[in-house]
């Protein structure tokens, strides 16, 4: 069955670095592009990034532009997201999903989410 | 202030039919298919309805999309406890280049 493991949240400083991984198993990784779905406590869904099943094409919502870098390793079925100038409104639970369809917003599988906490 | 507009609340008694709207604009819901999610407390979000009205396999068919213009609905017959959730409408948006949420609604089951 389909799974989809985040890991590497953490409290983290304003204006330090961290790195989300999500281990991807019981299907053929290299053929689906994959999101980072974002959820501020309490709050609703917010997109932040798309990568294409061989990472030729990735997508950014404007509020990680230039300080997000999404990245896959189909070798090791595993899907990373890099966040650097970390914000306080970057605190969330931060979501990997599968794309069902390309550039439909279509989601069929999610992980179980990992808690990324920005504060000093 | 989210891309596309649903109401915060919704609620129905056991047996009813409800709906939620979700209202967006010509560069997604009126160009791309809309996505339904359902999220349960403290839970993970799961695929409800894909491309407007497919649903994937293993949800009920008391749930059901359609879209029209720039709005998309999702309704839910034969109201149940175990769908007292959030739900979250989303499409692809071609100016944005990227996927647009509703805010959710909130659904009580009385």
């Known amino acids: 069955q389909v799974q989809l493991v985040e890991s590497g949240g953490g409290v983290v400083q304003p204006g330090r670095s961290l790195r989300l991984s999500c281990a991807a198993s019981g299907f053929t990784f290299s053929s689906y592009g994959m999101h980072w779905v974002r959820q501020a406590p309490g709050k609703g869904l917010e997109w932040v990034t798309l990568?294409?099943?061989?990472?030729?094409?990735?997508y950014y919502a404007d509020s990680v532009k230039g300080r997000f870098t999404i990245s896959r390793d189909n070798s090791k079925n595993t899907l990373y997201l890099q966040m650097n100038s970390l914000r306080a409104e970057d605190t969330a639970v931060y979501y990997c999903?599968?794309?069902?369809?390309?550039?439909?917003?279509?989601?069929?599988?999610w992980g179980q989410g990992t808690l990324v906490t920005v504060s000093s | 202030q989210s891309v596309l507009t649903q109401p915060p609340s919704a609620s129905g008694t056991p047996g009813q039919r409800v709906t939620i709207s979700c209202s967006g604009s010509?560069?997604?819901?009126?160009?791309?298919?809309v996505n339904w999610y359902q999220q349960l407390p403290g839970t993970a979000p799961k695929l409800l309805i894909y491309s407007n009205s497919q649903r994937p396999s293993g949800v009920p068919d008391r749930f059901s999309g359609s879209k029209s213009g720039t709005s998309a609905s999702l309704a839910i017959s034969g109201l149940q406890s175990e769908d007292e959730a959030d739900y979250y409408c989303a499409a692809w948006d071609d100016s944005l280049n990227g996927v647009v949420f509703g805010g959710g609604t909130k659904l009580t089951v009385l």
């Open positions: 999903a599968r794309d069902k369809i390309a550039l439909a917003g279509t989601f069929d599988h």
């Open positions: 010509s560069s997604n819901i009126g160009s791309n298919t």
């Open positions: 990568i294409w099943y061989d990472g030729s094409n990735k």
